[in-house]
């Protein structure tokens, strides 16, 4: 268990800064997942961690001890940090003991204590009576497993993990999702999980870094991600969020607050200490928004319907605004065709801090 | 805040300090930096010295009075206007049989790319002494024809065309090679479209096909021209007798006949013929990017059918290697069948006793074959770890240094083989610093010269290995703690095993034979195999050398089969004698 301190990085390759000045302290034992876009620097986050990347600016540590810094770069085989590849980076060519008892041996470990510990961490996995097969013999999640094992072998107080489910088919992805929190449970070491899906973030992670452009955008809980974005990229970025500006913004105290959408009044969230201001920019999701009975909503029209089995969605365009898209989920029964008049009402909302004061 | 960003304002500096802390992976590129730095750049920066400098002064008059002689003009001429006109041969033959094999439906494909290809692996003296023997009488395809040389008559082929008409027919293959893998990357859906567009086969290949693979047909015509430009055996073995000097027979003879005290001289010309090269290179090079076509898509190999063009077609493709194969290696084993040159081949007088001879009687060939083998053995065993190491640095860390240390070693083996030889003379004439041994005349010095020249041929094949291997392997290993040797030995190694056999055996197959290296660093002492067949040639032996030709070729015919019973280990398209 091992407690990450990163503080202030900056990475460049050539003129493209990757790494602008991100710093993060994560608790012994949490899972953190990093959330991106492709291209956001998120690998290099990582590959800076294991010490496979120098920096140029500021520093790491994890237990107080540090890793990179000004003058001082361990490398990767000097930190005791595993790593979980995107393609597992099994050795081909040695069994799947070989494989997890490989970093027991560079240890020097003797031969009798390494099997016995092989053989406690793949009874660990399941995959002990596996432990003859050459990697190219596994399933997909068999790997994972093996690819995870190594890690538990090493006994790393910090695991990092590279896109371990992006090459995989949805139904695997969830069998295995379910392994991490099992492995995670298990050995207690602090998980750093770099994904770009954020069902899988949200599903696995203690709390959430949003990555963009180089830059954390939000380090928070994955509700509070979902319900109190602190700007627009995450607010846009998480759960098919939709950006709209209200006016007349009056908070109250209790981080409620009232507003006009369309001139029709709504109720919102808002941060504690938001002021009252003429315009401002609120967030909500498709399941904030429904029907609403005629003459009490916003007046919308129709413009497509989507089929989804348990719902509707429908994409709807408000009268007052009709370039603007909105999306809802409509709930059976179906009463709904495309062109229709309806009326829709926003139930929820949150008010994005003003970037002007932030 | 403020003092995070005072923080960050010098990384740059810090980071360099840290580097001067020697890693486990520094002093690996610091030990190939040595081994690439003792045994290529300093021998060669050693002959760029030499060649200008005598004593430590620049004699500008002797270098005018060497490169302006009458016989060392004459040289360059014949070496420039011989290495071209072959070249231009090569270029034909290879482009024609590549599209032969990589266009038509023509049949037994194989066998004929392995009997095409196989000429280039015969070592270039052998091809000579067996070219030269085919007007012998004891050829069996041209005596019983009468075609065969009267005592006193001018051998044909001892003449500059000779000289041209071998080496062309020698590097054929290395064109067709360049071409074929080139045309291997035309997508068919281009030739569709052209037939569909209406072009017959003929316009087919002209307009389409031609264009998109003349990259291919000069990176074929600069690797042709390299091989005549250095070809030792064959210029030595034809040009000596004719007469007709070219700058890599000059600097032999003159070496030979003057010993160490020609060396500065010799320096400068093998700085000649290396410029020459590189001049010759470089031309190619520009050519073939001049309106390079770069093409993308599934290629998927389109065969124009020969139809009624099938026999005629066939019977030039396998006449051809009735020619350039059956007819001079079949006169070399007749020459060593009979008891002594100029005699014909029946029952009465075949006999074995050239073969006893060569393999149990004569301590020189017996001893010069164990050399060979010793040091070819040598030289494998060392190379392959060296470029495993050299590749891992090329491949996964990019830095400067292995870039140079890249440059250097293919530089050594573009450049002709004697230059390297000459090199080694001049930088290992003197006994070694420390221990004040000489190795000169020794069998290490050839040693030197070999680990010089095929580093670069070792390496290729395990680069285009590393490049099929996801690094994080490598990265994974690193995260399990293992160091930089354990990781090269523990996951590295294993995994590039098949290209390292690869590698393995075209150095193997490349240095058992050779001659243009060490044909200046043989001594009374120390003897291989390849410069053999020219000394027995010259002492009159011609039945003896002919056997010693036959000895070499069996063992390269054994190496290439037994080769290709391992090929589905190994991977595709490093060796070039399988389709």
Redesign the interface.
């Known amino acids: 268990m091992s407690a990450i301190e990163i503080?202030?990085i900056?990475k460049s390759f050539g003129q493209t800064k990757v790494l602008r000045?991100i710093s993060l302290s994560i608790r012994s034992g949490e899972f953190v997942a990093v959330l991106g876009p492709s291209g956001c620097g998120k690998t290099t986050l990582l590959r800076t961690l294991?010490?496979?990347e120098?920096?140029?600016?500021?520093e790491i540590h994890v237990d107080g001890r540090l890793l990179s810094g000004?003058?001082?770069?361990l490398?990767?085989?000097?930190?005791?940090?595993?790593?979980v590849?995107?393609?597992y980076?099994?050795?081909?060519?040695m069994s799947i003991e070989q494989n997890v008892s490989?970093?027991l041996k560079?240890?020097g470990m003797s031969r009798p204590d390494r099997t016995r510990r092989t053989r406690e961490v793949l009874e660990l996995v399941g995959l002990d009576t596996l432990s003859t097969r050459r990697p190219a013999d596994l399933s997909g999640g068999q790997r994972q497993r093996v690819a995870l094992a190594?890690c538990l072998a090493?006994q790393a107080g910090v695991v990092l993990l590279d896109e371990p489910l992006a090459n995989l088919d949805v139904h695997l992805r969830a069998t295995l999702e379910e392994e991490f929190s099992r492995f995670h449970r298990r050995s207690g070491a602090t998980m750093f999980y770099i994904t770009h899906d954020q069902s899988e973030a949200l599903a696995l992670a203690d709390r959430v870094a949003v990555m963009d452009k180089g830059r954390i955008a939000q380090f928070a809980t994955p509700s509070t991600l979902y319900l109190e974005p602190t700007n627009e990229m995450v607010a846009g970025f998480i759960g098919e969020g939709k950006l709209m500006d209200v006016s007349n913004l009056t908070p109250g105290n209790d981080g409620r607050a009232h507003a006009h959408l369309f001139g029709q009044p709504i109720r919102l969230r808002c941060a504690e200490d938001a002021r009252a201001r003429s315009e401002a920019r609120i967030s909500f999701h498709p399941s904030d928004l429904s029907l609403a009975d005629a003459g009490v909503g916003i007046p919308a029209t129709v413009k497509r319907i989507t089929y989804r089995g348990d719902h509707l969605r429908a994409e709807v365009a408000p009268d007052p605004a009709p370039d603007i898209s909105l999306t809802l989920n409509v709930m059976p029964p179906f009463c709904i065709e495309q062109g229709q008049h309806v009326s829709i009402a926003l139930n929820d909302g949150w008010v994005l801090p003003d970037p002007h004061f932030a | 805040m403020s003092d995070?960003a005072l923080?960050?304002e010098?990384?740059?500096r810090?980071?360099r300090?840290?580097r001067l802390k020697p890693?486990g992976e520094m002093r690996l590129i610091l030990c190939l930096a040595l081994f690439v730095g003792l045994l290529s750049i300093a021998p060669l920066g050693r002959l760029v010295y030499a060649a200008f400098f005598t004593d430590g002064t620049l004699d500008l008059d002797r270098i005018a009075h060497v490169l302006g002689g009458r016989r060392v003009l004459q040289a360059t001429g014949n070496t420039i206007w011989i290495s071209l006109t072959s070249t231009l041969l090569a270029s034909l033959i290879g482009t024609l049989a590549a599209l032969l094999v990589g266009m038509t439906d023509m049949k037994a494909r194989t066998a004929w790319v392995f009997g095409f290809v196989l000429p280039l692996m015969i070592p270039p003296q052998v091809t000579a002494l067996a070219w030269v023997q085919s007007f012998s009488p004891a050829s069996p395809l041209l005596a019983p024809l009468g075609l065969t040389l009267e005592p006193g008559m001018r051998h044909p082929l001892y003449s500059s065309w000779g000289i041209i008409l071998l080496l062309g027919l020698y590097n054929a293959p290395l064109v067709f090679l360049s071409v074929r893998a080139s045309l291997r990357r035309v997508p068919a859906n281009l030739l569709e479209a052209a037939q569909s567009a209406g072009a017959k086969p003929l316009p087919v290949i002209i307009d389409i096909i031609l264009p998109l693979v003349r990259s291919g047909i000069f990176a074929g015509a600069a690797l042709a021209f390299v091989s005549s430009i250095g070809n030792f055996g064959i210029q030595a073995m034809l040009g000596i007798p004719a007469r007709v000097p070219t700058l890599i027979t000059m600097i032999y003879q003159r070496l030979n006949s003057y010993g160490p005290s020609a060396l500065n001289d010799m320096a400068l010309l093998a700085l000649l013929l290396a410029v020459l090269t590189i001049i010759g290179m470089t031309i190619t090079g520009w050519l073939g990017r001049q309106g390079d076509q770069r093409v993308d898509g599934a290629s998927l190999t389109l065969r124009l059918t020969l139809g009624r063009w099938h026999l005629p077609v066939a019977t030039m493709a396998w006449g051809y290697l009735a020619a350039v194969l059956v007819l001079p290696l079949s006169a070399l084993a007749g020459s060593a069948l009979v008891r002594g040159y100029g005699q014909p081949l029946n029952l009465d007088t075949i006999t074995f006793e050239n073969f006893r001879n060569a393999l149990f009687q004569h301590e020189g060939i017996r001893e010069a074959f164990a050399t060979s083998f010793l040091l070819t053995g040598l030289t494998v065993f060392i190379l392959i770890p060296v470029s495993i190491a050299l590749g891992y640095f090329l491949v996964w860390r990019s830095g400067l240094l292995s870039r140079l240390l890249h440059l250097a070693s293919e530089l050594a083996y573009a450049l002709p083989g004697i230059i390297i030889g000459v090199a080694m003379i001049l930088f290992f004439l003197r006994p070694l610093p420390f221990i004040d041994v000489s190795i000169y005349g020794t069998i290490w010095v050839i040693f030197a010269a070999y680990l010089s020249n095929y580093l670069a041929l070792a390496l290729r094949p395990i680069l285009g290995g590393f490049a099929q291997v996801?690094r994080?392997?490598n990265?994974?290993?690193?995260?399990?703690?293992?160091?930089i040797l354990?990781r090269l030995r523990?996951?590295v190694l294993?995994?590039l095993?098949p290209s390292a056999a690869a590698a393995a055996i075209l150095v193997f197959m490349t240095a058992i034979n050779e001659i243009q290296t060490s044909v200046l660093l043989v001594s009374s002492r120390a003897q291989t195999i390849g410069p053999m067949i020219i000394f027995l040639e010259e002492a009159g032996s011609s039945t003896l050398a002919a056997a010693v030709g036959c000895l070499m070729v069996l063992l390269i015919l054994t190496l290439m089969l037994v080769s290709l019973c391992f090929s589905k280990y190994l991977p595709k398209g490093v060796l070039p004698w399988r389709d």
Do not use: T
């Open positions: 503080a202030g900056h000045d294991a010490g496979f120098k920096l140029d600016g500021g000004k003058e001082v770069h490398s990767p085989e000097e930190r005791n940090i595993g790593v590849f995107q393609n980076a099994l050795w081909p060519h490989y970093s560079v240890k190594r090493m | 995070l923080k960050q010098r990384p740059a810090a980071f300090l840290s890693s996801d994080s392997l990265e994974a290993a690193q995260i399990a703690g293992a160091g354990s523990d996951i294993p995994v095993a």
